[in-house]
């Protein structure tokens, strides 16, 4: 009777929980804000910044289905907002400098383990890191 009793409150819990909804917002991608419109990004650079980081850091998230299912859908809400405020490759400030996409994905920091556990595809190889270090620090400004 008891555990009956703990597993309907589990239950209840869980499902409250479902009521605190975090809002999935892509914003529109204006033309002129984007890093690419500031900084000459060359395809191999552009494939691996959609690949691995866009997800935290562009308004084009891909919202997986268990972003839709508290307690993940806050921890996803954090990442991405946490993240586009950082750095947004599509709403790129003159503050932001190419060369931390470098140093952080250089020293494993990005992209977030976490996000690398569900999605491995987005693991970097040395090649790429090196890819995105050597146009860092030869990176053009528009
Ligand atoms: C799962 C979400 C996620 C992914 C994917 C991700 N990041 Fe981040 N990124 C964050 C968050 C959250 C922060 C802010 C907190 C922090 O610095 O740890 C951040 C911070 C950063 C910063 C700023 C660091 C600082 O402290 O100023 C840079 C630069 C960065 N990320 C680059 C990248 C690059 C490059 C990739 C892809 C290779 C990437 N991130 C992938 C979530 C992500």
Known sequence: M??????LAAVAIALAIQLVRPARVNPPVQAGNTMADMVETPLAVHQILERA?????????????YSQVAPASWLLAR?????R??????DW??????????????VGSMPLKGYLALHPDAKL???EIQ???S?????VYR
């Open 2 to 7: 008891k555990t009956r009793g703990v597993a």
């Open 53 to 65: 980081c866009r997800d935290c850091h562009s308004h084009r998230t891909r919202w997986p289905w």
């Open 79 to 83: 990442h991405v907002s946490e993240g």
């Open 85 to 90: 405020q950082k750095m947004n490759l599509d």
């Open 93 to 106: 400030k003159e503050e932001m400098s190419v060369k931390d996409i470098c140093q952080e994905t250089r």
């Open 125 to 127: 190889s040395g090649q």
């Open 131 to 133: 890819t995105l270090c």
């Open 135 to 139: 146009w860092s620090q030869r990176a």
